[in-house]
């Protein structure tokens, strides 16, 4: 079911600025009760509409009610729980930024758009959320709901594309959160350039899986629950209602290239069904490293098996790639998970006999390095991405007694 999106007039984007702006310098947020305020509000927005986001999460993905209460619904409430909580002692140092832009996916319509939203709101920030229009069900429903319970003083929705996005980046912010892909993060960052507005990125890419080989029955399910929830696909019979599909045919068209493309050998899946945009749970064995299922992220339900014959040709592998968002290690064995694996390569998480559960872990950040992103969120950490650390000393009358001849004329005594 395709929903058509609403997009804001571009010639409402800079009063949208201008507005924050001028509401972040008249002290709307600054104190915590307004804060914790519109945290409530947000809360109480995602509860009184749970089952609305469920629908909308079936036509733009197809994701499960069990995926989106889990993955996006429940957690992100629980964000807002501990953001309420725990305000007051987080924002007791730290300053807001000011007016700070988010620019988020569609893999994750709900957690990645209002997660930094909450972590702006408790560090005092004006707030532009620009969600995807690739997920336009889910979108239209932040942009329609978001008026309703939250101040329009301190939250914004912008909906758009690239035209939009390009208007909102020739804009000065006091932060900016891209999510998404490498490509488009060096468009937003040489825009930012032009403004001098800091970024925040995270970006994603592959994320490997390195399996001992004492260990196997585990990680089967652990690594197919993992790639699929982050490639919006479930790795389940095509007749079951608990699976997703590709977003949409452009995204559709992409995997299933790839599919045609690789050397490698199907051993289990492989099939396709434009008409739903549904490709098969797919395991493909035998890849080299130069395939084109390793080309770039794959965003669909396809695992590639890549052999190596020891643990150094599994670290040389990594190594020899982008710094990954997660790298993930499936092994009871010390030694092979840490000193081997571990300690010898980079990656934004490490995460060992599980995958995904980093994200919702409090006081883990989540955010890659490198071409994985730079900056981590994710609870605490979105808010001290949205925060300055403002140096402030008040110099007491007697200082001069001590450093006194630091004025001219000078003589030859010491300072101290």
């Not at 914004?156 to 891209?178: C, F, N, Q, S």
């Not at 396809?302 to 092994?331: C, G, M, Q, T």
Request: glycine share 6%; proline share 7%; with cysteine.
């Amino acid at each position: 079911m395709s929903t058509q999106l609403a997009y804001t007039p571009i010639d409402e984007i800079p009063r949208i600025h201008a507005d924050l702006r001028k509401s972040f310098r008249a002290g709307t947020l600054k104190s915590i009760e307004a804060r914790r305020t519109q945290i409530l509000q947000l809360a109480y927005l995602l509860q009184t509409t749970y089952d609305r986001f469920k629908t909308t999460f079936a036509q733009d993905l197809g994701r499960p009610s069990l995926e989106v209460a889990f993955l996006e619904l429940d957690s992100t409430i629980g964000d807002c729980k501990i953001a309420y909580d725990r305000v007051d002692k987080w924002a007791r140092t730290e300053k807001p930024k000011g007016v700070v832009l988010s620019i988020s996916p569609f893999n994750y319509p709900v957690w990645l758009a209002l997660g930094p939203m909450i972590g702006a709101i408790a560090a005092g920030n004006c707030f532009v959320l620009k969600p995807s229009e690739l997920s336009p069900a889910t979108s239209g429903l932040i942009a329609e709901l978001i008026p309703k319970y939250m101040d329009p003083d301190v939250v914004r929705v912008v909906m758009g594309a690239v035209p939009e996005t390009t208007k909102l980046l020739e804009l000065p912010w006091d932060h900016i959160l891209y999510t998404g892909n490498g490509r488009v993060a060096r468009i937003v960052c040489a825009a930012a350039a032009k403004t001098l507005s800091p970024v925040s990125l995270e970006l994603g890419g592959k994320s490997p899986v390195v399996i001992d080989p004492n260990v196997i029955s585990k990680p089967r399910r652990n690594v197919s629950c993992g790639a699929n929830t982050t490639s919006s696909i479930r790795m389940v019979p095509t007749a079951s209602p608990d699976f997703c599909h590709i977003i949409n045919q452009m995204h559709f068209n992409r995997v299933r290239g790839l599919l045609e493309k690789t050397s490698g050998t199907t051993v289990v899946g492989g099939q396709t069904d434009e008409a739903r945009l549904f490709v098969a749970p797919t395991v493909v064995k035998g890849v080299k490293g130069d395939d084109s299922l390793m080309s770039e992220e794959l965003f669909g339900p396809v695992l590639p098996v890549v052999p190596v014959k020891d643990v150094d040709e599994a670290i040389e592998f990594i190594n020899d790639r982008d710094h990954p968002l997660a790298l993930y290690v499936f092994s009871q064995d010390s030694s092979f998970k840490n000193k081997a694996i571990f300690d010898n390569t980079r990656s934004g998480t490490a995460i060992a006999n599980d995958t995904l559960i980093h994200c919702a872990t409090d006081g883990l950040p989540f955010g890659g390095i490198g071409p994985s992103g730079s900056g981590y969120h994710a609870r605490k950490f979105t808010f001290d991405m949205f925060t300055h650390l403002r140096a402030s000393l008040d110099s007491p009358s007697w200082i001069d007694i001590i450093l006194g001849s630091r004025f001219p004329p000078y003589n030859a005594s010491p300072l101290l």
